[in-house]
């Protein structure tokens, strides 16, 4: 643990409050994309087995069951309690390009060929495009509500943050994992054009437009 870990998980966990705050508070998904936070919970499920079977800490297993359960909760209030506000037409993304590739991935390069291990490759490879739909949405509609780009930016955050956590770790205790970082880097990059547009148009109260 260090201090670019810990802000890269309050960042994590400061974006999944925002978007169910959001989602209760308007009593509205729109603007949200379902097939993100789908995304999201099978990263966190094939990432997270590991609950039943490996003890690390009980700060770990604490934060492993929170994302399981928000994302579990985001999914139902999406698709089950504020369904008729979810808009399935603009969220159209095909995520099966996402799973198939990341499937295929984590077959072929991992650090160890089992199912444990193949699992949590997988779950790091498709957290760094599952944010694709998202985007891809708001591109799509045209702009993003201000509470919809905080959550983006939070969560855009806490992977940025967690860069300079391995970049701390391998200076500190010389420990590097290409896997994770190449595909933190690839998720950092999909991000820089929305940090940009956050930074010049959000925090000056206009609303966020991504072109089309």
Known sequence: MNIFRLAGDLSHLLAIIILLLK???????????????????????????????TYISLYNSIMKIVFIAA????????????????????????????L??????????????????????????????????????????????SITSHYLFALGSYRAL??????????????????AIFAGVVQTILYCDFFYLYITKVLKGKKLQLPA
């Not at 909760?73 to 309690?81: E, P, R």
């Open 23 to 53: 989602i209760w508070k308007t009593r509205s998904c729109a603007g949200i994309s379902g097939k993100s936070q789908v995304l999201f919970a099978i990263v966190y499920l094939t990432r997270y087995l590991d609950l039943f079977t």
């Open 71 to 98: 994302s579990g909760a985001t999914l139902y209030l999406m698709y089950v309690k504020f369904k008729a506000t979810y808009d399935h037409n603009h969220d159209s993304f095909r995520i099966e390009f996402l």
């Open 100 to 145: 198939i590739p990341c499937v295929i991935l984590a077959l072929i390069i991992n650090h160890d060929f089992t199912v444990m291990e193949i699992l949590w490759t997988f779950s790091i490879y498709l957290e760094s495009v599952a944010i694709l739909p998202q985007l891809f949405l708001v591109s799509k509609t045209g702009e993003a509500e």
């Open 162 to 179: 967690y860069l300079l956590n391995w970049i701390y770790r391998y200076m500190a205790e010389s420990h590097y994992d290409l896997i």
